[in-house]
């Protein structure tokens, strides 16, 4: 226990080295959690850090990504980085960024924005129980201060329902936040009481007492049918009289590093020998068959959310890696018949839309092909953990049905009207919206083998099947469905407003105005070659989207051209006003994004 107390001792000092190579940092938040993480990394982690993608490692994920220092000093302890390395913490260039990223053997996923440690760690419990069938155990480090975010309920929440007993969130309670003191300061029974009443053990510990701290963790693991929450009384800058436990010090690092080593009693050397993981089964190799695709008739009307979650049933036939995730919509998203088709494969997480992209940020870290799915207005609620996936370069796909105002009389807070702007805003991420069913499952089909985020926008009502089955879609290609060598003006649309381009053509026709009009069904990337040669071809470009103006189909097009030394001549049309409850076609008008909209702006434009 002496070793372990001084183990604790050299993450502090090494904490606070770190922060003072880099004039910046969290060395007072490090240093609270430092006894709690010696004991776990000499004592009861399972690790290979030569091996990272051993199937039986344990999973440590730093909810509170801001004491990445007190991580780097784990590292360095476990001989996974040296201290050379330590003291580039935040340096250009450096994998010891501010807050933890994948690049460092150990890290799944990227941590710092609070609330998402734990959530994501429900999903890699989840994934070792329900589908990987291995008994490694997932290890949270958690802040009170996180404890107010309401993704740490929805986790709590669905990891108690689930009695995932592989989970264990040791949380520092160290009372101080950011700006003062938490909202339950050092009451760890205000918190065991809390959580506890989702489900899960509570242990109430002296966070600095490495008897205690021993026993706790060896409770946790003797727990069965229930996950553990230790919830550990700890004090911030612990070991330096100067920060120790004092308002204004977070975020900074300690005034004298010198003294503040002398003071934690000078610096250590030591080297812990992680202990190996227990051996564990190789995941079967890939069951994988030729797919076989649903086919739809030209001529037919077929719902693009129907098309996807046959598409899914299908993938789920095919390969034995993909898993579906949906948030309590499974009768209107269609992901239900990849529910009835392979339950053990489906994960049921209520309107719960963070837990719902967290799980699947969970899985994919150990391999698994995850589609989420849920409105598109709802998933806005777990943007942020999409956004933080993409730092973590997570691989995940993302299906936001009911989108736009041709849903109908639901009216406004049903309608994903954001969705397209909010996901071409990602880093390398991927925006399709299919307008027919035989266009929808090549699409879904495709993001299996996509890297990235990828989101697959899909529509409420049935539509006309205007490909053949036979058709293939590329991801950053588009389909010219009108083209003449007289034509004007060119009509760029995807989705619901293809079937008003078309009619507007027509028209447009009647009116002696050739109008070519290309299906521009991958939203990023787009297809800026076929766009250029309308433009030279036309001079003239209409865009069309069920959506706002802002950062959807109409501003991918206009930066096709940024640049441009002639661009076209440009309308661009969207959701005009706020909707209400009416038809699909009296929003199509109300919006002005039908056919006679679309053919006024066009005829205006050939005016020009």
Same mark, same amino acid.
């Given at each position: 226990m002496d070793d372990l107390a001084e183990l604790g001792q050299q993450l502090r000092v090494d904490a606070v080295r770190a922060a003072a190579a880099a004039g910046s940092g969290h060395p007072t938040s490090s240093m609270s959690a430092a006894d709690l993480m010696a004991v776990l990394l000499a004592r009861y982690l399972r690790y290979d850090f030569d091996t990272t993608q051993h199937p039986g490692n344990d999973h440590l994920i730093f909810s509170k990504g801001h004491a990445s220092p007190l991580l780097y000093a784990m590292l360095v302890a476990a001989d996974a980085i040296s201290d050379e390395e330590l003291l580039t913490f935040r340096e250009a260039e450096s994998r010891l960024e501010g807050h933890p990223t994948p690049q460092l053997p150990g890290v799944d996923v990227a941590t710092g924005s609070l609330g998402q440690g734990l959530p994501i760690g429900t999903g890699l419990a989840l994934a070792g129980r329900?589908? @990987?069938?291995? @008994?490694?155990r997932v290890w949270v480090l958690c802040g009170d201060s996180e404890l107010a975010e309401g993704s740490m309920w929805e986790a709590f929440e669905h990891a108690g329902h689930a009695g995932l007993d592989n989970l264990i969130a040791v949380v520092d309670v160290n009372r101080l936040g950011q700006r003062g003191p938490t909202r339950h300061g050092w009451d760890t029974a205000a918190y065991a009481r809390r959580i506890g009443a989702f489900g899960w053990h509570t242990v109430e510990i002296d966070g600095h007492d490495i008897d205690e701290i021993d026993r706790a963790y060896a409770e946790a693991l003797a727990?069965? &049918?229930?996950?553990t929450a230790i919830l550990a009384r700890t004090r911030k800058g612990r070991g330096v009289e100067s920060v120790e436990d004092q308002e204004g010090k977070h975020g900074k690092p300690l005034p004298d590093t010198d003294e503040a080593v002398a003071e934690l009693g000078g610096r250590r050397y030591a080297r812990v020998r992680v202990a190996d993981p227990l051996p564990a089964p190789e995941r079967m190799p890939l069951d994988t068959t030729s797919l076989k695709l649903s086919t739809y008739e030209p001529g037919t009307e077929v719902a693009t959310r129907t098309a996807f979650g046959e598409t899914l049933a299908a993938l789920g036939d095919a390969r034995s890696d993909v898993v579906v995730l949906d948030g309590e919509v499974s009768d209107?998203?269609?992901t239900r018949y990849f529910a009835q088709a392979?339950? @053990?494969?489906?994960f049921q997480c209520y309107i719960a839309e963070q837990q719902l992209v967290a799980a699947a940020v969970g899985m994919q870290v150990r &391999?698994?092909?995850?589609? +989420? #799915?849920?409105?598109?207005?709802?998933?806005s609620r777990a943007h942020d953990f999409v956004r933080?996936?993409? +730092? #973590?370069g997570a691989d995940l796909? +993302?299906? &936001?049905s009911h989108a736009g105002v041709s849903i109908g009389p639901d009216g406004p807070s049903q309608m994903g009207l954001e969705d397209l702007a909010a996901y071409r805003a990602l880093w390398r991420s991927t925006v399709l919206y299919p307008c027919d069913a035989n266009q929808t499952a090549h699409l879904t089909a495709a993001l299996a083998d996509l890297s990235g985020i990828s989101y697959l926008r899909t529509t409420r009502g049935d539509t006309p099947v205007l490909y053949s089955p036979e058709e293939t879609f590329p991801i950053g290609g588009s389909k010219v469905l009108r083209s003449s060598p007289d034509d004007q003006v060119t009509i760029v649309a995807a989705g619901i407003t293809v079937f008003e381009a078309l009619t507007a053509a027509d028209r447009l026709a009647d009116a002696g105005i050739a109008a070519r009009v290309i299906d521009l069904y991958s939203v990023k990337p787009v297809d800026t070659a076929t766009l250029h040669q309308a433009a030279a071809d036309t001079g003239r470009i209409v865009t069309v989207e069920d959506h706002w103006p802002q950062g959807g189909l109409g501003d991918a097009v206009l930066d096709a051209f940024v640049g441009a030394v002639e661009p076209p001549l440009f309308a661009k049309l969207g959701v005009l006003a706020l909707p209400g409850s009416a038809t699909p076609a009296e929003q199509l008008w109300h919006a002005g994004i039908d056919a006679d909209a679309v053919a006024d $702006? $066009?005829?205006a434009l050939a005016a020009q």
């Amino acid at each position: 226990m002496d070793d372990l107390a001084e183990l604790g001792q050299q993450l502090r000092v090494d904490a606070v080295r770190a922060a003072a190579a880099a004039g910046s940092g969290h060395p007072t938040s490090s240093m609270s959690a430092a006894d709690l993480m010696a004991v776990l990394l000499a004592r009861y982690l399972r690790y290979d850090f030569d091996t990272t993608q051993h199937p039986g490692n344990d999973h440590l994920i730093f909810s509170k990504g801001h004491a990445s220092p007190l991580l780097y000093a784990m590292l360095v302890a476990a001989d996974a980085i040296s201290d050379e390395e330590l003291l580039t913490f935040r340096e250009a260039e450096s994998r010891l960024e501010g807050h933890p990223t994948p690049q460092l053997p150990g890290v799944d996923v990227a941590t710092g924005s609070l609330g998402q440690g734990l959530p994501i760690g429900t999903g890699l419990a989840l994934a070792g129980r329900r589908l @990987d069938e291995i @008994d490694y155990r997932v290890w949270v480090l958690c802040g009170d201060s996180e404890l107010a975010e309401g993704s740490m309920w929805e986790a709590f929440e669905h990891a108690g329902h689930a009695g995932l007993d592989n989970l264990i969130a040791v949380v520092d309670v160290n009372r101080l936040g950011q700006r003062g003191p938490t909202r339950h300061g050092w009451d760890t029974a205000a918190y065991a009481r809390r959580i506890g009443a989702f489900g899960w053990h509570t242990v109430e510990i002296d966070g600095h007492d490495i008897d205690e701290i021993d026993r706790a963790y060896a409770e946790a693991l003797a727990t069965a &049918g229930r996950p553990t929450a230790i919830l550990a009384r700890t004090r911030k800058g612990r070991g330096v009289e100067s920060v120790e436990d004092q308002e204004g010090k977070h975020g900074k690092p300690l005034p004298d590093t010198d003294e503040a080593v002398a003071e934690l009693g000078g610096r250590r050397y030591a080297r812990v020998r992680v202990a190996d993981p227990l051996p564990a089964p190789e995941r079967m190799p890939l069951d994988t068959t030729s797919l076989k695709l649903s086919t739809y008739e030209p001529g037919t009307e077929v719902a693009t959310r129907t098309a996807f979650g046959e598409t899914l049933a299908a993938l789920g036939d095919a390969r034995s890696d993909v898993v579906v995730l949906d948030g309590e919509v499974s009768d209107s998203t269609r992901t239900r018949y990849f529910a009835q088709a392979h339950p @053990d494969r489906f994960f049921q997480c209520y309107i719960a839309e963070q837990q719902l992209v967290a799980a699947a940020v969970g899985m994919q870290v150990r &391999g698994w092909i995850p589609y +989420v #799915s849920t409105f598109a207005a709802f998933l806005s609620r777990a943007h942020d953990f999409v956004r933080m996936a993409a +730092v #973590s370069g997570a691989d995940l796909r +993302v299906n &936001g049905s009911h989108a736009g105002v041709s849903i109908g009389p639901d009216g406004p807070s049903q309608m994903g009207l954001e969705d397209l702007a909010a996901y071409r805003a990602l880093w390398r991420s991927t925006v399709l919206y299919p307008c027919d069913a035989n266009q929808t499952a090549h699409l879904t089909a495709a993001l299996a083998d996509l890297s990235g985020i990828s989101y697959l926008r899909t529509t409420r009502g049935d539509t006309p099947v205007l490909y053949s089955p036979e058709e293939t879609f590329p991801i950053g290609g588009s389909k010219v469905l009108r083209s003449s060598p007289d034509d004007q003006v060119t009509i760029v649309a995807a989705g619901i407003t293809v079937f008003e381009a078309l009619t507007a053509a027509d028209r447009l026709a009647d009116a002696g105005i050739a109008a070519r009009v290309i299906d521009l069904y991958s939203v990023k990337p787009v297809d800026t070659a076929t766009l250029h040669q309308a433009a030279a071809d036309t001079g003239r470009i209409v865009t069309v989207e069920d959506h706002w103006p802002q950062g959807g189909l109409g501003d991918a097009v206009l930066d096709a051209f940024v640049g441009a030394v002639e661009p076209p001549l440009f309308a661009k049309l969207g959701v005009l006003a706020l909707p209400g409850s009416a038809t699909p076609a009296e929003q199509l008008w109300h919006a002005g994004i039908d056919a006679d909209a679309v053919a006024d $702006a $066009a005829t205006a434009l050939a005016a020009q």
